[in-house]
């Protein structure tokens, strides 16, 4: 690994962890906060966005560790992002949105076992009050976790990749054509 | 505690969660609660009452949030599984500087870019947190609209979150030159300044909450 992306995994995990103040700021229920590891993965490949991922997973869990069991839903957004990348994903909003909402499929269907049987669905409050309406509307404890899962997280990841669209498109091809994958990522290669 | 080794504080605090998942409910999670409470308190030797009160008062959500989900049966068993958690990492923090883990890391070998991954992120959080409080202040004094539809609210999202990338990107190179110019290039080594001492009984310490944790495991399981 280069001394440059060995520079640009702390950055990424930083961005992870930061953009909550933008996201606070603004008021909308999202995290944001696995746009470093899908942006590293863009620009530097799969292994970087897994070492930020699991980084990000790492620092958070000293402020709550209640985090760190999470740390697989990183590492399958880094290997997704991988995906969309080699497939052009991130060339256009009209790909980046669709690709964006699978994964909140996908991450809601990993964080369920872990949120189910780790934390029996009591994680963070807006997820588990979401759980709690799952369980008022019928649903299983397991369908009420995944339910509390999914509203969380489809429409984050979708927003999620819409931003690292925009930021890729927004990077100057100068800055971009110092990481090895960025310019294939947005199909200026 | 403190003149313990790193690897050995980290071990204890890795171990104490392991263990309240693996012993049966409720008794033993409620025994390493005990136990990492008792780490967070004990006089002259611990972080003290100020760090516990944070542990407990992290935890305090997710008894509300089980109660809410399960009833008081539901809740006793996670909340203390997840109060050992929670408690265990609180004193971690409290009782291991960061500089003294790197140290340790860097004396038993790790390669140097394993150890800047770990202390650059902890320096890079708090200063890209701050910038983006920065942003926030700046951009609203502009007149940028953070409340509204959801679509004001998302063009207002791009507008904060945009420049924070964009800016933290561009100091990549430069971060890069100057760890070149420290010499730390992937796979060098580093002779520690002041390394931990490890003694040996630390070392069986280790292995045996790794190997005690492996046997009730592998017990629970049968």
Same mark, same amino acid.
């Given at each position: ?53 699991? $980084? ?22 880094? $290997? ?19 690709? !964006?909402?699978?994964? !909140? ?20 409050? !807006? ?14 404890? $397991? !369908? ?23 930021? $890729? ?21 | ?90 004193? @971690? ?7 003294? @883990? ?68 561009? +100091? ?7 760890? +070149? ?20 009984? +630390? ?20």
């Amino acid at each position: 690994m280069s001394v440059r992306l060995l520079a640009l995994i702390p950055v990424a995990v930083a961005i992870n962890l930061a953009l909550s103040a933008a996201v606070d700021a603004v008021g909308l229920p999202l995290f944001l906060d696995t746009t470093g590891t899908i942006l590293t993965t863009a620009l530097a490949g799969p292994v970087v966005g897994i070492l930020t991922g699991v $980084l990000t997973s790492t620092v958070n869990s000293l402020r709550n560790p209640t985090f760190w069991p999470f740390v697989a839903i990183q590492i399958i957004v880094a $290997l997704y992002a991988w995906l969309a990348a080699r497939r052009g994903w991130f060339r256009s909003l009209r790909t980046a949105v669709p690709a !964006g909402l699978v994964l !909140g499929v996908i991450a809601s269907l990993t964080s369920t076992p872990i949120s189910y049987f780790i934390f029996k669905c009591a994680t963070t409050g !807006g997820i588990a009050l979401t759980t709690k309406l799952g369980q008022l509307l019928g649903l299983s404890d $397991l !369908g009420s976790c995944f339910f509390g899962s999914f509203v969380s997280d489809f429409g984050d990841k979708a927003v999620t990749f819409a931003l690292v669209t925009t930021i $890729l498109h927004a990077l100057p091809r100068r800055t971009a054509a110092r990481f090895p994958l960025a310019l294939r990522a947005v199909g200026r290669a | 505690m403190r003149f313990l080794h790193p690897f050995t504080l980290f071990t204890l605090a890795v171990a104490l969660p392991a263990l309240a998942w693996i012993l049966p409910a409720p008794w033993g999670a409620a025994g390493t609660f005990a136990v990492a409470m008792a780490l967070l308190l004990t006089p002259g030797a611990s972080p003290g009452w100020r760090v516990a009160r944070t542990a407990l008062l992290t935890a305090a959500p997710f008894w509300f949030f089980l109660y809410l989900l399960h009833g008081v049966g539901g809740m006793v068993p996670t909340g203390l599984r997840l109060s050992t958690m929670i408690a265990s990492f609180v004193w @971690l923090v409290a009782i291991l500087p960061p500089a003294r @883990l790197v140290e340790a890391m860097v004396a038993a070998g790790w390669p140097v870019s394993a150890a800047f991954l770990f202390s650059a992120t902890l320096q890079a959080v708090p200063a890209l947190r701050e910038r983006a409080q920065r942003l926030v202040d700046a951009q609203r004094c502009r007149g940028l609209a953070t409340r509204g539809g959801p679509l004001v609210r998302l063009a207002a999202l791009r507008a904060l979150a945009l420049p924070l990338v964009l800016s933290a990107l561009h +100091e990549v190179d430069e971060r890069a030159l100057a760890l +070149e110019t420290r010499g730390l290039v992937p796979g060098a080594r580093r002779t520690a300044l002041a390394p931990p001492p490890d003694h040996w009984s +630390e070392r069986v310490l280790r292995w045996a909450l790794v190997l005690g944790c492996a046997a009730l495991f592998v017990w629970r399981v049968a």
